[in-house]
Each structure stands twice: as C-alpha cells, then as structure tokens.
C-alpha cells in the first residue's frame, strides 16, 4: 500500500510546517518519541520500541485495520516524529501534537464496535463497517 503525505511537498501548509519549531537533531526527536512512549503508556497503550520506532499495534486506525500504528524518527532533517496510519504519514513535531493526533483512536479503542460487535480493546472483524448510525 503507497503512502501519502498528509502535506504535499510545496504545498502552503508543507511551507508553514517546516517553519515551525521541528527538532534541532536525530537526538531531539528520538527524545520526543520517547516522550510519545510515555504518554502512550500512561494511556494504557501497549507499545513496542525500536530504533527509530515506535510501533502501537493493538492501537488501529480504523475498523479493519490489521497493521495497527508506528510513529518513525529520521536520521536526516527534517526531524520529526512521523505517524504512520492506514497508509497515511503525518509529520509531527512533538511527541504532545503526535499524542493529540493519535487521542481519538485512543479513545474509540475503549469503546465497542457496533459495526461487527467487538468488544472494546478487541480488534474489529477484516471488513469491518462500522454502523452508520453511531458516530
């Protein structure tokens, strides 16, 4: 599956972006993903770290969602925690505006589908639609 940006290159918000306050070096932003770690945990959020990684795979980003979500540092500016989730990659960076991003998943794993009937913190049935009607 490709990935896509969130922010396309030369796009006026990709501009903006890399204006802001992205960490200074490969060091600084793997002490925000470590921060991401901790915030994650203090969430109840199962996560397995790596070099460079941070994989949350019980956390997904929709129903159906089997790969489940990994935040990426690089060694190469910009530097910043990449989020990864259902073939997106949103640039974050702070380990904070990464958490914030990643809240109302979160939240919706706490919560039952009522598209196929898992219980909460269960993974959705593949195919999985969730009901309409819920929102």
Known sequence: M??????PAGSATQTAA????????????EAEL???AELLAEAGVTTVPAAG????????????DTAGIRVRTTSNPPHALYL?????LTPHTTAGSAFAHLRPLIEAAARPCDGC????????NPGCLPDPTTD
């Open 53 to 64: 990684v941070l994989a949350a795979p019980g956390l997904a980003a929709g129903p159906g």
């Open 18 to 29: 890399a204006a802001s306050a992205w960490p200074a070096t490969a060091a600084a932003a």
């Open 84 to 88: 990864i989730a259902a073939g997106r």
């Open 34 to 36: 470590a921060h991401l």
């Open 117 to 124: 009937g898992a219980e909460a913190g269960e993974t959705c």
């Open 2 to 7: 490709p990935l896509s940006l969130t922010h």
